[in-house]
């Protein structure tokens, strides 16, 4: 059992370009969602899933785009990176708290992205 | 904006010593957690403690909840230099104040560092 697989690791962009970074889970969750986390700001949520087909904006969603197409994976896109977008990207996944009763989140090791 | 906020942002302890981290949150809750992060990898869960509970121990780990106060703490008992980690309270606020099912708000965490 994998859990939660991030990739890339680290990623170096140019103001203006565009990339994915994909993650993917094998734990047959339904709930996906993508945290930012930057120096003093702990963790902010940007996009999040509750199934496939369905996405919904977190506390910082521009600049980012994300699609549930399968409920194993949930990338996000970034249109046009800015320098404001370095930053430590993690996706995590959890069952809703209905079904087991808890809704502990299972984290990925994260993407490293910096953007020059 | 940040539910749970973490105290003190940094402690410093002896191998040995019992470390005390505190969160306080706004808002009422379903459950909270607590998360922990080793330097450069993904937040892993360590304990939850539901809105109708007071205290819950895990091995070394005890977690207290003020529901009255909007608080909580953790308390890793003789800690080791493996501890060393940040750490991170998760509120889930429930259904009846506009969360989800699923959605967490992470605190900004607080840096623990146990010298050998």
């Known amino acids: 059992n994998a859990g939660v697989t991030q990739t890339p690791k680290f990623q170096v962009l140019k103001t203006g370009q565009s990339m994915t970074l994909q993650c993917a889970q094998d734990?047959?969750?339904?709930?996906m969602s993508w945290y930012r986390q930057d120096p003093g700001m702990g963790l902010r949520l940007i996009h999040y899933?509750?199934?496939?087909?369905?996405?919904d904006q977190g506390e910082v969603p521009n600049g980012y785009n994300v699609s549930r197409s399968t409920t194993e994976d949930f990338p996000l896109r970034l249109l046009s990176a800015a320098p404001s977008q370095t930053s430590v990207y993690f996706c995590?996944?959890?069952?809703?708290?209905?079904?087991?009763?808890?809704?502990?989140?299972?984290f990925g090791a994260g993407t490293r992205l910096s953007v020059l | 904006s940040q539910q749970g906020e973490e105290d003190p942002q940094a402690l410093s302890i002896q191998e040995g010593e019992n470390a005390t981290m505190n969160c306080s949150y706004k808002t009422s809750i379903n459950n909270l957690q607590w998360y922990r992060q080793n330097s450069g990898r993904g937040l892993v869960h360590l304990i939850l403690?539901?809105?109708?509970?007071r205290e819950k121990h895990s091995g070394r780990l005890r977690v207290t909840l003020d529901t009255s106060k909007k608080s909580s703490s953790l308390l890793i008992t003789a800690s080791r230099a493996a501890d060393t980690a940040s750490y991170f309270c998760?509120?889930?606020?429930?259904?009846?104040?506009?969360?989800?099912?699923?959605?967490?708000?992470f605190g900004k965490g607080t840096l623990l560092t146990v010298n050998p």
């Open positions: 734990m047959n969750h339904e709930y």
């Open positions: 899933s509750v199934g496939a087909g369905i996405t």
């Open positions: 403690i539901r809105s109708n509970e």
């Open positions: 998760a509120t889930d606020a429930g259904l009846h104040s506009g969360g989800s099912n699923y959605k967490l708000t």
């Open positions: 995590a996944s959890s069952e809703p708290r209905g079904v087991v009763g808890k809704n502990i989140q299972y």
